[in-house]
T-cell receptor, first 112, second 113 residues
Framework: GENVEQHPSTLSVQEGDSAVIKCTYS??????FPWYKQELGKRPQLIID?????GEKKDQRIAVTLNKTAKHFSLHITETQPEDSAVYFC???????????FGRGTSLIVHP | DAEITQSPRHKITETGRQVTLACHQT?????MFWYRQDLGHGLRLIHY???????NKGEVSDGYSVSRSNTEDLPLTLESAASSQTSVYFC????????????FGPGTRLTVL
């Protein structure tokens, strides 16, 4: 089955800095890659996603890049703010499956 | 507005007792999922369902069961609760397309003493 590795497990930045979270996946059939944000005590919520036929996608301060050849994808957050502090999960969904495999999460801490 | 709810939000039980966690969605989604979340392990899939009367095991299904008698509900049962099942449980649902977003419920914090 699919295996998703996520790094780093913890990321600490100063407000205004950029943050990058990286994930790798194993199943070349995976074609959908969502990212979820989970604030403390809350449910995971989708913040951005990318499909395998797209190399990059942006939404304001958030961007995701995908390298299918290398089987890795990354989340980029620019101009970080304290409210960006949360746990971020990447996931990969193999073609033909509705079931994403999640990475173990990255705890992002943005210091004011 | 459509939503996904879980009950109870918090539950304390004793080892060996049967426990059922409820999940109800009004999105009319065919796909429903149960995950457990533990520190250092992220979200691990317990069971999932693609529709009424369909259930499938996930990677950590031992000690858990589900049933799907209608579109809206997927209750999760712990047959004989164990301390290792102390966790936060999330239900999720998604629509027909593979790229459809998974919507998560608010979670149930279960403590097994």
């Amino acid at each position: 089955g699919e295996n998703v590795e996520q790094h780093p497990s913890t990321l600490s930045v100063q407000e205004g800095d950029s943050a990058v979270i990286k994930c790798t996946y194993s199943d070349s059939a995976s074609n959908y890659f969502p990212w979820y944000k989970q604030e403390l005590g809350k449910r995971p919520q989708l913040i951005i996603d990318i499909r395998s036929n797209v190399g990059e996608k942006k939404d304001q301060r958030i961007a995701v890049t995908l390298n299918k050849t290398a089987k890795h994808f990354s989340l980029h957050i620019t101009e970080t703010q304290p409210e960006d502090s949360a746990v971020y999960f990447c996931a990969a969904s193999p073609g033909g499956s509705y079931i994403p495999t999640f990475g173990r999460g990255t705890s992002l801490i943005v210091h004011p | 507005d459509a939503e996904i709810t879980q009950s109870p939000r918090h539950k304390i039980t004793e080892t060996g007792r049967q426990v059922t966690l409820a999940c109800h969605q009004t999105w009319n989604h065919n796909n429903m999922f149960w995950y457990r979340q533990d520190l250092g392990h992220g979200l691990r899939l317990i069971h999932y369902s693609y529709g009424v009367h369909d259930t499938n095991k996930g990677e950590v299904s031992d000690g858990y069961s589900v049933s799907r008698s209608n579109t809206e509900d997927l209750p999760l049962t712990l047959e004989s609760a164990a301390s290792s099942q102390t966790s936060v449980y999330f239900c999720a649902s998604s629509g027909q397309a593979i790229t459809d977003t998974q919507y998560f419920g608010p979670g149930t914090r279960l403590t097994v003493l």
